[in-house]
């Protein structure tokens, strides 16, 4: 029996070291979880080359399990022109993961590769969800596309009450 297929973008790199890809301890934890209730689990992410600047945990690469996403060095995006063609790269890759997408795609939101992404996923009549786990920090206010984004995504999951309260306006679909 073929697996269904789930999608997940978290806003934040992926490290690759001797062990292997290194994925954020709960997120490992959740990736697992997702294999043993039967998901074919296919990530999307920044993959960095080196140690992980966060605690982390190997991710056991399987058949259940694709990695997916552009991969870099940290010396090379240390100017703006390295990091733009990083972005530029890591973009054109996600609209194709995106549009091969066969199932619901779950989005940590905020973050430059994630907002492309659920854009890309609304735009190509993707089913997606998002993990509101924060807010955006920069002078640009993207608070109209985050609402419009809000108001597409079949559910949203949240860090707290305050943004339930925040969030329950643009979509009932919320939970803490």
């Known amino acids: ?5 789930f999608y997940f973008l978290p806003n934040y790199s992926l490290s690759e070291d001797v ?4 994925l954020a301890q709960s997120d490992t934890k959740f990736v697992h979880e997702m294999i043993d209730a039967g998901y074919r689990v296919n990530v999307f992410a920044l993959r960095s080359v080196g140690a ?6 190997p991710l056991d690469v399987s058949a259940e399990l694709t990695i997916g996403g552009a991969r870099y060095e940290k010396s090379n995006t240390r100017n703006l022109i390295g990091k733009g063609l990083l972005y530029f790269r890591a973009i054109r ?3 194709a993961f995106i549009l091969d ?8 939101y905020p973050g430059t590769i994630c907002l492309f992404g659920a854009v890309f996923a609304m735009l190509a009549k993707k089913p997606f969800a998002l993990y509101v786990r924060g807010d955006w920090n920069y ?3 993207f608070r109209s596309l985050s609402g419009f984004l809000f108001r597409r995504s079949e559910f949203l999951i949240v860090t707290g009450p305050g943004f339930v309260q925040k969030i329950s306006p643009y979509n009932p679909n919320v939970q803490p």
């Open 139 to 141: 002078r640009l206010d």
């Open 52 to 57: 992980s600047d966060y605690p982390a945990n």
């Open 93 to 95: 890759m996600l609209r």
């Open 19 to 22: 062990r292997g890809f290194m």
């Open 101 to 108: 997408a066969r199932g619901l795609i779950y989005i940590y």
């Open 1 to 5: 029996m073929k697996h269904p297929d």
